[in-house]
């Protein structure tokens, strides 16, 4: 968890283990086989009613199958918005080179939520 600035709100998403973080630096989009992950994230305008970040989207690519399957870095931009109550409750996700180049997330107390690939 990263320390918010003086003069910021104090913003969480939950993650998978439905625990609040604010400014993670890596986290799991698929929590039933942590599938997709979003790792080096590093964010801007947190506590604010959007936030932004860049990193990268690590997706399972399931050759030959899901579990034998090579996970696979992307570029990815991540927004998250909605904040109510203190916490960001969607996430889009654009990762031009990925096999999905747009994923939308509903965040919940429970942690994210697959809502449409694209």
């Not at 031009?96 to 997330?105: E, L, Q, R, W």
Request: charged share 5%; proline share 8%.
């Amino acid at each position: 968890m990263t320390t918010t600035p003086e003069g910021t709100a104090q913003a969480v998403i939950y993650d998978c283990g439905a625990q609040p973080v604010s400014q993670p630096d890596t986290y799991i989009l698929l929590c039933g086989d942590g599938g997709q992950v979003l790792t080096g994230l590093t964010w801007s305008n947190w506590g604010r009613p959007t936030a932004a970040a860049t990193g990268q989207m690590w997706q399972n690519n399931c050759q030959p199958n899901c579990a034998a399957g090579t996970s696979i870095p992307y570029a990815a931009t991540v927004t998250v918005a909605g904040l109510t109550g203190g916490s960001y409750t969607t996430m889009h996700i654009v990762a031009p080179k990925a096999p999905s180049s747009t994923t939308d997330f509903t965040l919940g107390s429970d942690g994210p939520a697959l809502v449409q690939n694209n």
